[in-house]
């Protein structure tokens, strides 16, 4: 059973306009949740991270949203930039050394 | 040094032999994880050492025999393999062992392939 869920694999954007990423998660124990980007042949990178007690955090054109009664948080780019085009992975903090991954959303940003 | 690295970058490998996957980090972190990677899915965790001593296994069978000499260094060791084991492996490391603190870096990955 996936405790964490992206639904959308695919997800295309015209550049300048903005990126929703979503995911679902079903473990209300889950406090921190992160995002990652994944280029091919290379490792995730950290993008962006919420702890449960907030409902939104900022970094630059990176934003996340947590809506802790819907179980559902969601990534915003704006503006989407050609660079931005890679895998995004939701992922859940379970326990205290465990990363719960989503299936992933491919991102591409179109000039 | 902000980086984990992971060699080789990529193996190929037969059923009957026996190789080793290393990984290693100088950002001082005291955790560190094995994910395995398969196609079109998300990293998959295997085992998490922290301070050096063996902390998950996440019922992974026994082919793979992860070892943590130092701080600094984590290896995968191979033996008997099939070829659905074939994947990238994936090297992490975080700075205090709780995930929930800190953002785990991740390495580019070993492309495994079993004939």
């Known amino acids: 059973d996936q405790q964490v869920k992206q639904n959308s694999p695919s997800l295309s954007v015209q550049e300048g306009r903005i990126s929703i990423l979503n995911c679902d998660y079903t473990n209300s124990m889950f406090d921190y949740f992160l995002w990652y980007k994944k280029y091919p042949a290379e490792g995730p990178t950290f993008l962006i991270s919420i702890s449960s007690i907030k409902d939104k955090n900022e970094d630059g054109r990176f934003t996340v949203f947590l809506n802790k009664s819907a179980k559902h948080l969601s990534l915003h780019i704006v503006p989407s930039q050609p660079g931005d085009s890679a895998v995004y992975f939701c992922?859940?903090?379970?326990?205290?050394?465990?990363?719960?991954f989503g299936q992933g959303t491919r991102l591409t940003i179109n000039p | 040094d902000t980086e984990v690295t992971q060699t080789p970058k990529h193996l190929v490998m037969g059923m009957t032999n026996k190789k080793s996957l290393k990984c290693e980090q100088h950002m001082g972190h005291r955790a560190m994880y094995w994910y395995k990677q398969k196609a079109k899915k998300p990293p998959e965790l295997m085992f998490v050492y922290s301070y050096e001593k063996l902390s998950i296994n996440e019922s992974v069978p026994s082919r793979f025999s992860p070892e943590c000499p130092n701080s600094s260094l984590l290896n995968l060791h191979l033996h008997a393999l099939q070829p659905e084991d074939s994947a990238l492996y994936l090297c992490?490391?975080?700075?205090?062992?709780?995930?929930?603190?800190?953002?785990?870096?991740f390495g580019p990955g070993t492309r495994l392939t079993v004939l």
């Open positions: 992922a859940a903090v379970e326990g205290a050394q465990k990363l719960v």
């Open positions: 992490a490391s975080s700075p205090s062992g709780l995930a929930g603190v800190g953002e785990q870096f």
